[in-house]
């Protein structure tokens, strides 16, 4: 499985690193608790299950468009069967979904399962924290920020699952 993964710059980046430990000092599910280097705060543009290399080259030749400007919103909250996740959305503007139809429209319309990045569904946004609970959504959002935060997506990268590995596209 390869995701095709939009970076943010420093202050969304730390805005994001400050909910993540404030949920974890709440004793809370947080997605700071895995210290893999290649666990950081991204957007996920494209899940899909392969990617040709001529695909990659072109995501690399995408990622020459960064750096978009873009807008962290509070908290958004999604069903993930009978658990939720919780997230910070980016606010949808007319740059950031032309960004991401080119991605989608390189590599694809995604098969079912990754339904969710098609560009009539997608809701770009960084993950906080998964698998939790209705009561622990609710203790979550008492404490996590809810200030927008203006910055920029200033990177993309590709994320191999299985190799677990990472590759910066630009």
């Known amino acids: 499985m390869f995701s095709v993964e939009a970076l943010p710059d420093a202050g969304i980046d730390g805005s994001v690193r400050a909910d993540w430990q404030r949920l974890i000092d709440a004793a809370l599910p947080s997605a700071g608790r895995h210290p893999s280097e290649s666990n950081r705060p991204h957007v996920t543009l494209a899940v899909r299950d392969g990617l040709s ?39 949808m503007t007319a740059a950031l979904l032309r960004f991401h139809t080119r991605i989608v429209d390189l590599i694809g319309p995604p098969p079912a399962r990754y339904a969710v990045t098609a ?52």
């Not at 072109?58 to 750096?67: D, H, I, K």
């Not at 622990?136 to 191999?160: F, H, I, S, Y």
Request: net charge neutral.
């Open 53 to 91: 290399t001529d695909a990659a080259s072109e995501l690399a030749r995408l990622g020459s468009a960064l750096p978009l400007e873009c807008r962290l919103g509070g908290a958004v909250v999604f069903a993930a069967g009978e658990r939720f996740v919780l997230a910070r959305p980016l606010i």
């Open 119 to 170: 560009t009539d569904r997608w809701t770009p946004h960084i993950t906080l924290a998964r698998r939790m609970t209705g009561e622990q959504v609710g203790r979550a959002l008492a404490v996590v920020g809810a200030a927008a935060v203006d910055g920029e997506l200033t990177g993309l990268r590709l994320w191999d699952a299985e190799a677990k590995v990472v590759t910066p596209l630009g």
